[in-house]
Nanobody, 121 residues
Framework: QVQLVESGGGLVQAGGSLRLSCSSS????????MGWFRQAPGKEREYIAA???????YYADSMKGRFTISRDNAKNTVDLQINSLKPDDTAVYYC???????????????WGQGTQVTVSS
């Protein structure tokens, strides 16, 4: 079992930056791929990025450029840096863990509770 807890969300003005963090406990963190997704009201959960246990990164095409995923295996954390925030980035951001890397949320095994990001114009 893996427990994931996100933090770092909040209200930010357009053009600003946020760094989201996800802390993992339970089953060995290093063996899991970690990912970030988001879900806006009335929309499906959307894949942002993933990172393998060895640090390889994979981004959705629409997310390349403003989003950066990183992990610290010693601290059991995975972060998501978001720059040049836009109102369309407003969503609940979720951390996820899996043994595979995939854009389909259904293929991820464990989820955090999410952290709200609200971007004002």
């Amino acid at each position: 079992q893996v427990q994931l807890v996100e933090s770092g969300g909040g209200l930010v003005q357009a053009g600003g930056s946020l760094r989201l963090s996800c802390s993992s406990s339970g089953r060995t963190f290093v063996s899991n791929a970690m990912g970030w997704f988001r879900q806006a009201p009335g929309k499906e959960r959307e894949y942002i990025a993933a990172i393998s246990w060895s640090g390889g990164t994979y981004y959705a095409d629409s997310m390349k450029g403003r989003f950066t995923i990183s992990r610290d295996n010693a601290k059991n954390t995975v972060d998501l840096q978001i720059n040049s925030l836009k109102p369309d980035d407003t969503a609940v951001y979720y951390c996820a863990a899996s043994t595979v890397i995939a854009g389909d949320p259904a293929l991820w095994d464990y989820w955090g509770q999410g952290t709200q990001v609200t971007v004002s114009s």
